[in-house]
C-alpha cells in the first residue's frame, strides 16, 4: 500500500472502466479501503469512497492473476492479486511502510466479466512510458535522419524492458545447470564424505535443474540423426538415476524426468519412443529398451543384473511374508508397473507364488521349491 497517493483523476484521463463493492488488501491483510469503487484509466487505478481518493500509477505492476477460494460456507470469493514491483513513491499516501509486495482487489461478488483482460491489456500496453518529443521543425536530410534514430531507441528500450527479466532467467538457469554439474563431480570425488542415501537424494535434486542445451528437432534436417543424438542425451539425463533405482525404468517415468530437465523444450511421447527404439540399434550405448512379456515399456542400462533384482525381491518377500506391487514398489523405491514386473519374474523362475483374490494380487515366497523346508 506505500504503492499508493492520495491523488484524484484528472477530467483529462481516459476511464476504461469502473466497479464497485471492492475492498483492498495489503498483501493479506485487510485493509480499512472496504466495499469502495475502483477506476481504471490508462496510466492508474484509483479506488474511492465518498470524499475519499487514493492511486495506484500502473508503472508499478508486474503482473497480476486471478484467484477462487474457498469460504467457511463453501462459496466462492473472485480476487485478483496485483504483484509490484519496490516503491519509490515521494508522494503522500495511506501508509509509509507496505506489509507485502502485492494487493488483492477483493469483488464483493465476483469479477466483472472483462475487466481483468482490459486491466491486463492495459498494463501492458504501457501508455505512460511514451515519452512526448517537443514539437520541433526539421528540414533536410539531418532532421529526418535525427527522427528515425529517436523512433529506434525508442523501440529498443521497449524491446529491452520487455525481455529484460526473461534474459536474467536464463542467465540464471545456466548458472545453476553449471552449479549442478560441478557439484555432481565433486560428489564422485568424495563419495564417502556424505551417506547413500543422502547422495541418492542430493542428485535428484540436481537433476531437476535441467541440461543447458536441448537437443531440438529443428536443428537437424534428417530424422535418424535427431533420434540418434536425441536418444544419446536421454541416456545422458536419466543415467545416475538409472543406476540409483537397479537399471530399469518405466518408460512413462522415463518421459516425466527427461521433460523436467529439457524445461520449456518438450519433447512429444512420439519422438521419445523413437529415440528409444534407436537405442537398440547401437549395441556400444550403455542403455536398452526392453518389452516385458506384459507389454511394458521400459529402459535397462547394461549393468542391470536380473539374479540381483531376484535376489532382492526374495530378501523382501521374506522379511515381508507377503507384497502386493504397491508396497513392493515402496520398499525398494520403484514405480508399481516395475513393481509388478519385478513380481512377476519372480514368479516365472520360481521364487514367488501369487494368490489372487478380492483384495487384489499377492505374491507370497514359493517354499515348495526350497529345500531347507523339503
Not at 500500500?1 to 491523488?7: A, K, L, Q
Not at 512510458?129 to 523501440?155: D, L
Amino acid at each position: 500500500m506505500d504503492r499508493f497517493e492520495y491523488v484524484k483523476p484528472d477530467p483529462s484521463d481516459t476511464v476504461l472502466c469502473r466497479h464497485s463493492n471492492v475492498t483492498l488488501y495489503d498483501g493479506d491483510y485487510k485493509t480499512s479501503f472496504h466495499r469502495g469503487n475502483i477506476i481504471l484509466t490508462v496510466t492508474r487505478l484509483f479506488w474511492t469512497s465518498g470524499e475519499a481518493w487514493i492511486s495506484l500509477q500502473l508503472r508499478y505492476i508486474v503482473y497480476m492473476e486471478s484467484v477462487v477460494t474457498e469460504s467457511l460456507f463453501g462459496s466462492k470469493t473472485k480476487t485478483i492479486i496485483v504483484h509490484l514491483l519496490p516503491s519509490d513513491n515521494k508522494n503522500p499516501g495511506p501508509v509509509a511502510c507496505a506489509k507485502g509486495e502485492y494487493i488483492k482487489l477483493d469483488f464483493k461478488d465476483k469479477i466483472p466479466d472483462g475487466f481483468l483482460d482490459v486491466f491486463q491489456k492495459t498494463v501492458a500496453e504501457k501508455r505512460w512510458a511514451a515519452t512526448k518529443i517537443p514539437h520541433q521543425i526539421r528540414t533536410g536530410i539531418g532532421g529526418i535522419e535525427k527522427n528515425i534514430y529517436e523512433k529506434q531507441k525508442a523501440s529498443d528500450i521497449s524491446i529491452t524492458d520487455a525481455f529484460k527479466d526473461l534474459d536474467r532467467l536464463m542467465i540464471t538457469a545456466k548458472d545453476m545447470v553449471m552449479l549442478s554439474k560441478n557439484i555432481s563431480e565433486k560428489i564422485k570425488e568424495k563419495q564417502g564424505a556424505i551417506s547413500d542415501d543422502e547422495t541418492v537424494r542430493f542428485k535428484s535434486y540436481l537433476l531437476g535443474l535441467g541440461v543447458d542445451d536441448p537437443v531440438t528437432r529443428s536443428a537437424f534436417t534428417d530424422s535418424n540423426a535427431y533420434y540418434t543424438t536425441l536418444c544419446k542425451e536421454i541416456i545422458k539425463i536419466i543415467k545416475v538415476s538409472l543406476e540409483e533405482v537397479g537399471g530399469t525404468m518405466a518408460l512413462a517415468e522415463v518421459y516425466c524426468r527427461v521433460n523436467r530437465a529439457r524445461g520449456l523444450d518438450l519433447l512429444s511421447p512420439e519422438d521419445l519412443m523413437n529415440a528409444c527404439y534407436m537405442m537398440n540399434s547401437d549395441k556400444s550405448l550403455p542403455v536398452k529398451l526392453k518389452k516385458f512379456d506384459s507389454g511394458v515399456l521400459a529402459l535397462q542400462s547394461s549393468l542391470y543384473d536380473e539374479s540381483i533384482v531376484l535376489k532382492k525381491i526374495v530378501e523382501e518377500l521374506k522379511i515381508n511374508g507377503s507384497l502386493s506391487a504397491q508396497e513392493l514398489s515402496t520398499s525398494i523405491g520403484v514405480s508399481v508397473v516395475l513393481a509388478k514386473e519385478y513380481l512377476l519374474s519372480a514368479e516365472k523362475n520360481g521364487k514367488s507364488c501369487r494368490d489372487e483374490s478380492i483384495e487384489g494380487l499377492r505374491f507370497y515366497l514359493n517354499k515348495f521349491l526350497d529345500e531347507e523346508n523339503m
